[in-house]
């Protein structure tokens, strides 16, 4: 299942991240040929196992490298307590992921704990980070 979907753009590349709603999030880079056929790359895993997602967009870097944000919330603990002590204290977070275009990869850059109701991300700049919203009704 494919659960969200974003795109970034850099010079003629279009840089695709599709995130599926439990762990597997894969990057793909699209370029012309000199034929000006469009070709795909081969995927670029971000997965993070025990991991649900919320919601994921792209953030707008200029032409650094493309970065995206996502809510998640671990569950790791949760599938090892069965009081549901852990799964009441798990907290989601805002976590950064950037595909570093000179070594091919995917980054997970960094992680910053937010509120529980949060579940919508909405796009953000290089100056403005994505926001971040409870209340959206989504």
Known sequence: M?????RSFLFMEL??????VEKQ?????QNRDSSARLTISSPLEAHK??????SITGVDVGFENPIF????LDYSDSDHDSTGVAAANAQKHLTFYELDLGLNHVVRKWSE?????ASKLLA???LFPPLVNSNLGF
């Open 2 to 6: 494919i659960g969200r979907r974003n």
């Open 25 to 29: 999030k894969l990057v793909y880079i």
């Open 69 to 72: 944000a996502a809510i998640e």
């Open 113 to 117: 704990p937010i509120d529980k109701g």
């Open 15 to 20: 840089i695709v991240l599709i995130g599926a």
């Open 49 to 54: 196992s025990h991991t649900i997602l919320f």
């Open 124 to 126: 953000g700049t290089h």
